[in-house]
């Protein structure tokens, strides 16, 4: 599984920050950074999925690789 | 202070009133008639306003700056008169572009790694007001007048470095503002514009390293920021910070106070609260946030005309079956949750940060040293008018027993 974060979207809720710290920063003005590129270590698979599902604008995506 | 007379509303779907004491009784009933009913209501009241309560809706106009600009957003019986592009309270009544520049200059301050510095500040504040509960030993409690109140008050003084015993004028500014909106005339030494061009003038000979001070050195392409710009954004910053998250933390205690299984929860599982929060957040959103009509435009099939005023009802977003699985519940650990309470798109709340911090810690601090309380008199728990909602009085029975 891959996780997919769209820069343009994002509005700095920070929500994934918060819920995966592992694999999502935030810049200096509160907007996400995803630190992976891309591929979910199996171990954080759930962390990923919940900032996915908490995301206010769609911004974040689970996707099969 | 009394509340302008509202004349009785005859129907929800057609002469809505969000200033009405009948609308803050029962606005949650009120959203879930008008989602099934009449998704997009109107009413001719404050010259011709909207009220949109699907999610889809809400949403489509928060990302939709061409039609509905931020110049108003808050619904009176005028239209704003002031100048584009900043509006009187910048970034929050400015429209791109230069609602980007503006907010840029806000956002560092209140990033989640800026914000867990006043944590403990926020902590602190709340003790000493328990303390003062618990020193006086009454058993029942108005929580709102006595504890939530005063919580945001004095973290925003203390970022603007002004008195924290000033807190009982900026709550009977806002009051004006949000609730009477306008409506009686005051004298200009009794503004909240005469009391902030004199502190930011004082403040200009005489910086520190506080909010007000920044804003005093902040500029745009090496231009200082205009007097009305520092101004309105810090007027924002009162306005905007304290009744807001005031009235989240009152609704998360009415909401504790009914629920002994939730408090229970709270107290025992740590790792359920930063979904409570959320749960808050989403359930009793205090914020509904407007929009003035920019162009002709539609709002889910019916036709909108510039000027109209439109209502974008965030807590009723959070309430639609068609985004939320059991929509209507208060879910405690509900893991899927992409609440708008803190608005959507390029408006985003920009003290979100602190407003969750602040009320994950009056919650979390409140609840270690009151566990077991309920209402004492619901009844009597009154719900304030206009575009933030949350418990005005909230009178609780604090069992002090064995408890603790």
């Given at each position: 599984m891959k996780i997919k974060y769209d820069r343009e979207a994002c509005q700095g809720h920070n929500r994934c920050y918060m819920l995966a710290p592992e694999l999502f920063d935030t810049d200096d003005e509160g907007y996400a950074i995803l630190l992976v590129d891309g591929t979910v270590a199996a171990e954080l698979m759930e962390k990923a999925r919940l900032a996915a599902d908490n995301c206010p604008e769609y911004a974040i995506e689970i996707v099969a690789d | 202070m009394t509340?302008?007379?509202?004349?009785?509303?005859?129907?929800?779907?057609?002469d809505f009133d969000h200033g009405h004491p009948d609308y803050a009784a029962a606005a949650p009933e009120i959203w879930d008639q008008l989602r099934d009913t009449c998704p997009v209501a109107h009413s001719d009241r404050y010259g011709g306003t909207w009220l949109p309560t699907r999610h889809?809706?809400?949403a489509a106009i928060a990302h939709d700056t061409d039609h509905f600009s931020s110049q108003g957003v808050i619904v009176t019986e005028w239209r704003p008169d002031v100048p584009a592009p900043m509006g009187y309270a910048p970034p929050i009544t400015s429209d791109p572009p230069f609602h980007q520049i503006a907010r840029r200059i806000l956002l560092e301050f209140f990033s989640p790694k800026a914000i867990a510095r006043w944590e403990p500040i926020a902590r602190q504040t709340c003790r000493e007001l328990l303390d003062e509960i618990e020193a006086s030993g009454a058993s029942e409690v108005d929580a709102a007048q006595r504890y939530t109140q005063h919580i945001p008050v004095r973290i925003i003084a203390d970022m603007l470095a002004l008195p924290r015993e000033d807190g009982d004028k900026f709550r009977g500014w806002i009051h004006r503002i949000m609730e009477q909106t306008g409506s009686e005339?005051?004298?200009?030494?009794?503004?909240?514009?005469?009391?902030?061009?004199?502190?930011?003038?004082?403040?200009?000979?005489n910086l520190?390293?506080?909010?007000?001070?920044y804003l005093c050195q902040a500029d745009i392409d090496g231009t200082p920021l205009l007097d009305e710009h520092v101004q309105g954004t810090i007027a924002l910053l009162i306005i905007a910070g304290i009744d807001t998250t005031w009235s989240a933390i009152g609704a998360g205690i009415w909401h504790l106070a009914q629920n002994p299984d939730d408090r229970r929860r709270w107290s025992e599982d740590h790792a359920v609260r930063p979904f409570a929060v959320e749960e808050f957040l989403r359930f009793y959103a205090p914020v509904t946030m407007a929009r003035l009509v920019a162009q002709d435009t539609q709002i889910g099939g019916c036709p909108v005309a510039r000027g109209d005023w439109v209502l974008l009802p965030f807590p009723s977003a959070n309430r639609d079956p068609e985004e939320f699985e059991r929509a209507d519940e208060f879910v405690i650990d509900r893991t899927r949750n992409r609440h708008a309470a803190f608005g959507l798109g390029i408006h985003r709340c920009a003290g979100s940060n602190l407003a969750r911090m602040e009320l994950t810690v009056a919650i979390e601090e409140w609840m270690d040293r009151f566990p077991d309380f309920e209402l004492s008199a619901p009844e009597t728990v009154r719900w304030s008018t206009g575009q933030v909602r949350g418990p005005r009085e909230l009178p609780l029975r604090i069992n002090r027993g064995e408890v603790r």
């Open positions: - | 509340d302008v007379q509202r004349p009785p509303i005859r129907d929800w779907e057609t889809v809706d809400v005339e005051v004298d200009w030494e009794d503004t909240l514009d005469f009391y902030l061009q004199h502190k930011i003038a004082e403040r200009r000979g520190g390293d506080d909010l007000i001070s």
